[in-house]
């Protein structure tokens, strides 16, 4: 099912990727006040701040709801700032419309749930609003997916997705993986649909945000979404992965925003020489198969196994090495050399149980 999207026309100050920044929840009228015009100030046009905070293990601080919206609205009066808070329910959608907000964002707990999901898409038909659909818990593409096609069946066509990364069970550099071949492959799959990053969530600290942010812009993402706190080290939730207006002002400095437009004569020249290349490289593979296929009767005819772990490993080995004095990665050649043989013992199977 194809999307039917329209612009989302977020203002921003870097031409070429929007900015949306503000604290993980609203906590006080004061910290919502404060870090707001702080972010207006370094001229971000973007606010974001959670009313419902998902949280999960009860007793921490689930937001105030409903009383911390006239906050934003205040936010928006002042500051002229456009605001954008999560929602989960059909109720907080209703609230959220009724106080004035303009994007609303599906958070990763409740996208990885459809009958939330659909509950939410029901409740915004009919309205004009903005909404970010964030990527489910589990790296599960189709699942994002299918909640983006919910909310858009629903008539939302200023629609977006942002990418934040997936959990794993073993934790490691990253809070969430970012597993870029994931919004990769969501931007291949849908390329009219604006993907925003939210390097705040996939790192879970500070010191790893600019990084991030510079890596989604050089993949082409359409904004970035940051969690910014006046008093980052206080901060109810998420204390660790927060930064100071100042901050966020500092690491936006610092980024190269490229031109996501295409060069027409270079890259086409460039483009055709890779397609040349792929295609040589579907030739030999071609060969290779066919090689394999001859060794696959004299396995049979001998009555041998098909797979001979020696010698597998050995082409492993022989190829990543080679790849490394080359410049490639050692895995990445290892990767592509296993699926290489799982095709030949594939095409080998077949021969032998002819
Ligand atoms: C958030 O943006 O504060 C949030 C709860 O994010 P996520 O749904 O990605 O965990
Ligand atoms: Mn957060």
């Not at 209703?94 to 939330?116: M, Q, S």
């Not at 196994?305 to 290892?334: H, M, P, W």
Request: aromatic share 6%.
């Amino acid at each position: 099912m194809e999307l039917r999207l329209q612009p989302l026309n977020l203002p921003s100050d870097q031409e070429r990727a929007f900015i949306i920044a503000g604290p993980c929840s609203a906590e006080t009228e004061e910290q919502v006040i404060t870090t707001a015009k702080q972010l207006a100030g370094k001229g971000c046009h973007i606010f974001r701040a959670g009313v419902w905070k998902p949280r999960t293990k009860p007793g921490g601080f689930e937001g105030h709801g409903e009383p911390a919206l006239p906050w934003m609205a205040r936010v928006k009066k002042e500051t002229g700032m456009l605001v954008a808070t999560e929602v989960a329910t059909p109720e907080h959608v209703e609230l959220a419309l009724k106080y004035g907000i303009d994007i609303l964002w599906v958070g990763a707990r409740t996208t990885a749930n459809p009958f939330a999901v659909q509950a939410l898409a029901d409740a915004l038909k009919g309205t004009d609003v903005t909404v970010l659909v964030k990527n489910p818990v589990n790296p599960d593409l189709e699942l994002w997916i299918g909640a983006l096609q919910r909310i858009n069946g629903a008539g939302v066509t200023k629609l977006g997705a942002v990418h934040r990364g997936f959990s794993s069970y073993e934790k490691k550099l990253y809070r969430n993986e970012p597993m870029w071949q994931i919004p990769i492959e969501l931007k291949r799959r849908l390329p009219e649909l604006p993907v925003v990053c939210d390097p705040s969530h996939i790192s879970g600290r500070r010191d790893l945000i600019a990084p991030l942010c510079q890596q989604a812009l050089d993949l082409g993402f359409d904004g970035l979404i940051v969690e910014s706190h006046c008093d980052p080290d206080k901060a109810w939730s998420d204390a660790a992965q927060q930064v100071t207006p100042e901050v966020l002002d500092f690491i936006v400095s610092r980024l190269i925003f490229r031109d996501t437009s295409e060069h027409p004569d270079t890259l086409k020249d460039l483009r055709k020489e890779i397609d040349e290349i792929d295609n040589d490289l579907i030739d030999l593979l071609a060969k290779r198969m066919k090689i394999c296929r001859s060794i696959g009767e004299y396995k049979k005819e001998n009555g041998m196994t098909i797979v001979q772990t020696r010698r597998y490993s050995e082409i492993l080995d022989k190829r990543g090495a080679q790849g490394s004095l080359l410049g490639i990665d050692t895995l990445c050649i290892k990767n592509i050399f296993e699926h290489i043989h799982e095709e030949s013992v594939r095409q080998q199977m077949e021969i032998i149980n002819r």
